[in-house]
């Protein structure tokens, strides 16, 4: 069974970054770097969207159009953790924000749907002031 938790987030003001952290355990069986990693979001009152999902080698991402340009997906296979970056901040852009994994092979668009996703983390507060 694959645990995320998610760390980094908080409050910031507009124009400001925060990277957010997402680290994999319970993944003996099948290695991190066997798992397609994905950032979501969820606003209150809002459906949870997509954000960025990064491959198995990290070769390989994608950016919902509202973040392309100001946040940037990464992953550290050997620490089995993924990153989110997220630059000039918007008031726009405060959710609780999720990481989630799967074993399917990087490809098509399923990354960008939470039902395709098998494993969740809890999810950390990000908090954008004006």
């Known amino acids: 069974q694959v645990q995320l938790v998610e760390s980094g987030g908080g409050l910031v003001q507009a124009g400001g970054s925060l990277r957010l952290s997402c680290a994999a355990s319970g993944v003996s069986g099948r290695t991190f770097s066997g798992y397609v990693m994905g950032w979501f979001r969820q606003a209150p009152g809002k459906e949870r969207e997509f954000v960025a999902a990064?491959?198995?080698?990290?070769?390989?991402?994608s950016y919902a159009d509202s973040v392309k340009g100001r946040f940037a997906i990464s992953r550290d296979n050997a620490k089995n953790t993924v990153y989110l970056q997220m630059n000039s901040l918007k008031p726009e852009d405060t959710a609780v924000y999720y990481c989630a994994a799967d074993s399917k092979l990087y490809g098509d668009t399923w990354y960008m749907r939470p039902p395709e996703y098998g494993y969740w983390g809890q999810g950390t507060q990000v908090t954008v002031s004006s």
């Open positions: 990064i491959s198995w080698s990290g070769s390989r991402s």
